[in-house]
Nanobody, 118 residues
Framework: QVQLVESGGGLVQVGESLRLSCAASGSIAGINAMGWYRQAPGKERELVAIITGGGDTNVADSVKGRFTISRDDTGSAVYLQMNSLNPEDTAVYYC????????????WGQGTQVTVSS
């Protein structure tokens, strides 16, 4: 089992920045990748960015160039640096982790609200 706890959300103005953090605990040695998804009101949850244990990243086109995903050396934390925020970035942001040989174990955090006000 893996537990994920997000922090760092909040209310910001257009153009400002936020840094989200996600701390993993439990069986973290089995984690293959961690990332961030978001869900805006009335919309489906969508991938924002992921990072593998080897450091490979995949970032959604909608945030490429503005958001950066990183992780600590122990693999127990992942971060999302969000710059040049706009109202379309308003959503609940969820930390996600996958584990197991076939990535069959999927874990979610409780979510953190990000609101960008114009």
């Amino acid at each position: 089992q893996v537990q994920l706890v997000e922090s760092g959300g909040g209310l910001v103005q257009v153009g400002e920045s936020l840094r989200l953090s996600c701390a993993a605990s439990g069986s973290i040695a089995g984690i293959n990748a961690m990332g961030w998804y978001r869900q805006a009101p009335g919309k489906e949850r969508e991938l924002v960015a992921i990072i593998t244990g080897g450091g490979d990243t995949n970032v959604a086109d909608s945030v490429k160039g503005r958001f950066t995903i990183s992780r600590d050396d122990t693999g127990s934390a992942v971060y999302l640096q969000m710059n040049s925020l706009n109202p379309e970035d308003t959503a609940v942001y969820y930390c996600h982790a996958v584990a197991g040989r076939g990535n069959e174990y999927k874990y979610w955090g409780q979510g953190t609200q990000v609101t960008v006000s114009s």
